[in-house]
């Protein structure tokens, strides 16, 4: 599923919405992962944001959680990957969805349509995120016979 580009007004408004203060570099990292149709690392990200250094996009992406701007998901390789999140709601994730570890060509992918099943806490656990990974081989994988363990 192909994501629509975010236009300047739609990224500002976007930003002020989660009450995070409007700069270019914020700009650009909001423009990156809008485009992204899977979560992404943050090594994937510097390669893009070759302009902005490591340290900025940690930065401005620990803001961004911290607002419910992205979404910080662990994959099956253990990396920290990112995705916009798109959460109208600046105190929680509205929009969790589960995700799928592909074994073979290790990607990551979002599967938007399928919610986080609803899990019933037992008394006094409060529950902050939800990181709900499937893992198995992709359909691309499958086809292609590329399947490795």
């Known amino acids: 599923m192909e994501r629509e580009e975010m236009d300047e007004a739609q990224i500002e408004q976007l930003l002020k919405a989660h009450g995070v203060k409007l700069t270019a570099n914020r700009i650009v990292i909001i423009r990156t992962l809008a485009k992204q149709n899977n979560p992404v690392s943050m090594k994937e990200l510097e390669l893009q944001l070759q302009t902005i250094d490591k340290s900025s996009i940690s930065r401005t992406l620990s803001l961004f959680k911290d607002h419910h701007l992205v979404h910080q998901l662990e994959d099956g390789d253990d990396i920290a990957k990112y995705e916009l999140c798109l959460s109208h709601n600046t105190k929680k994730d509205e929009d969790m969805h589960v995700h799928f570890y592909c074994e073979s060509c290790h990607r990551t ?3 938007s349509d399928i919610p986080v099943p609803q ?3 037992p008394t ?3 529950l902050h995120t939800v990181n709900y990974m499937i893992k198995g081989i992709c359909p691309q994988c499958a086809h292609h016979g590329n ?3």
Do not use: E, H, I, N
């Open 109 to 111: 992918f979002c599967l």
């Open 119 to 121: 899990v019933k806490l």
């Open 124 to 126: 006094g656990y409060r």
């Open 147 to 149: 399947v490795q363990r």
